[in-house]
């Protein structure tokens, strides 16, 4: 038992230093090319952060665990809109530039849709239905890298940073890579360690399934966004949570499917209904709607959001736990 316990708070150590060198990386980066923290959210660190993910619903899919990969992607755009986005929004709510938050969430929507209507009509995940997924995945980075070219030529210059003050080009590189390994092997290390002692203390595997494993995916994320509240970087949080929502979407599932069809999963109902199709697909589109919607009319966030969106969870959460 020693031995899982050091290792689970070796685990703790690397997701905290971890966090801390790839928001900074992430910041210098966005500094000196003068982009939006946002914008860098939605790419860059959306990706850092989507990996475990995308490493978990492929080994599923490829296991013949299609469920899981289906599950992971929706329930971890509910989880990061619902929890991580709500708890930041909660704790500092503040503005958001409409402009930069306009991208990635009509992709967002689009590419949700486009599942919606797979799952709704069809009920199965075939590879043609990955590859327009992966298709949309290589579209928004295109579009993503022309709006950045877009906003570094119509801005000014920005200024340069006294001698002594910031990072270099390349350390600033080497903080966001080495932060984001760091964030992938101490997820990895916490979720292992934690579910051997979760069964030493005797807890059941369904319930260890529902928090270690889960939790474990939306781990890199979630010390993202509180790194990044606590440096007062609330854009870039916001940015890291819809560009992961969007990767959940078009690249997670993009991969599995592509690599592994599957159809969609029938292990529980509501009114004699898929319960996926009648709550975890609703509730999926709803979360990211109150989130962003009103962040693209106001520009702003507010404090009432998160609270809402941090009860949606909780209820969501007791409802899956009662189908």
């Given at each position: 038992?020693?031995?899982?316990?050091?290792?689970?708070?070796?685990?703790?150590?690397?997701?905290?230093?971890?966090?801390?060198?790839?928001?900074?990386?992430?910041?210098?980066?966005?500094?000196?090319?003068?982009?939006?923290?946002?914008?860098?959210?939605?790419?860059?660190?959306?990706?850092?952060?989507?990996?475990?993910?995308?490493?978990?619903?492929?080994?599923?899919?490829?296991?013949?665990?299609?469920?899981?990969?289906?599950?992971?992607?929706?329930?971890?755009?509910?989880?990061?809109?619902?929890?991580?986005?709500?708890?930041?929004?909660?704790?500092?709510?503040?503005?958001?530039?409409?402009?930069?938050?306009?991208?990635?969430?009509?992709?967002?929507?689009?590419?949700?849709?486009?599942?919606?209507?797979?799952?709704?009509?069809?009920?199965e995940f075939t590879r043609i239905s990955g590859v327009i997924l992966l298709a949309m995945f290589a579209?928004?980075?295109?579009?993503?890298?022309?709006?950045?070219?877009?906003?570094?030529a119509g801005s000014a210059r920005p200024a340069a940073q006294p001698e002594g003050e910031g990072n270099?080009?390349?350390?600033?590189?080497?903080?966001?890579?080495?932060?984001?390994?760091?964030?992938?092997?101490?997820?990895?290390?916490?979720?292992?360690?934690?579910?051997?002692?979760?069964?030493?203390?005797?807890?059941?595997?369904?319930?260890?399934?529902?928090?270690?494993?889960?939790?474990?995916?939306?781990?890199?994320?979630?010390?993202?966004?509180?790194?990044?509240?606590?440096?007062?970087h609330g854009a870039l949080s916001l940015g890291n949570v819809i560009g992961a929502n969007l990767f959940?979407?078009?690249?997670?599932?993009?991969?599995?499917?592509?690599?592994?069809?599957?159809?969609?999963?029938?292990?529980?109902?509501?009114?004699?209904?898929?319960?996926?199709?009648?709550?975890?697909?609703?509730?999926?589109?709803?979360?990211?709607?109150?989130?962003?919607?009103?962040?693209?009319?106001?520009?702003?966030?507010?404090?009432?959001?998160?609270?809402?969106?941090?009860?949606?969870?909780?209820?969501?959460?007791?409802?899956?736990?009662?189908?």
């Amino acid at each position: 038992m020693i031995v899982p316990v050091l290792l689970f708070a070796v685990g703790l150590v690397f997701l905290i230093k971890g966090g801390d060198w790839f928001v900074d990386g992430a910041t210098g980066i966005a500094r000196r090319f003068g982009l939006p923290e946002l914008l860098i959210g939605a790419t860059v660190v959306s990706i850092g952060t989507t990996l475990p993910e995308v490493m978990v619903s492929t080994t599923s899919a490829l296991s013949g665990h299609g469920e899981i990969a289906y599950g992971n992607a929706i329930g971890s755009v509910i989880c990061n809109t619902a929890l991580i986005a709500a708890i930041t929004v909660a704790v500092r709510p503040g503005k958001v530039d409409p402009k930069s938050l306009r991208l990635p969430v009509a992709f967002f929507f689009t590419a949700a849709a486009i599942y919606a209507g797979i799952a709704y009509t069809t009920g199965e995940f075939t590879r043609i239905s990955g590859v327009i997924l992966l298709a949309m995945f290589a579209a928004y980075m295109a579009a993503t890298v022309a709006q950045m070219k877009s906003h570094s030529a119509g801005s000014a210059r920005p200024a340069a940073q006294p001698e002594g003050e910031g990072n270099s080009m390349l350390k600033d590189v080497v903080l966001l890579i080495a932060g984001a390994v760091l964030i992938a092997v101490g997820a990895d290390l916490l979720v292992d360690n934690g579910t051997l002692i979760a069964k030493a203390m005797g807890v059941p595997e369904s319930v260890i399934a529902l928090t270690f494993v889960a939790l474990g995916t939306s781990l890199p994320e979630l010390v993202t966004a509180v790194t990044s509240l606590i440096k007062g970087h609330g854009a870039l949080s916001l940015g890291n949570v819809i560009g992961a929502n969007l990767f959940n979407l078009v690249l997670v599932s993009g991969v599995s499917v592509t690599l592994a069809p599957f159809s969609i999963p029938r292990s529980s109902t509501i009114a004699g209904h898929n319960a996926s199709l009648v709550l975890d697909i609703p509730v999926m589109l709803a979360v990211m709607a109150f989130l962003t919607l009103p962040a693209l009319k106001r520009g702003k966030l507010s404090r009432f959001q998160g609270v809402a969106l941090l009860l949606i969870y909780a209820a969501f959460c007791a409802i899956q736990f009662t189908i």
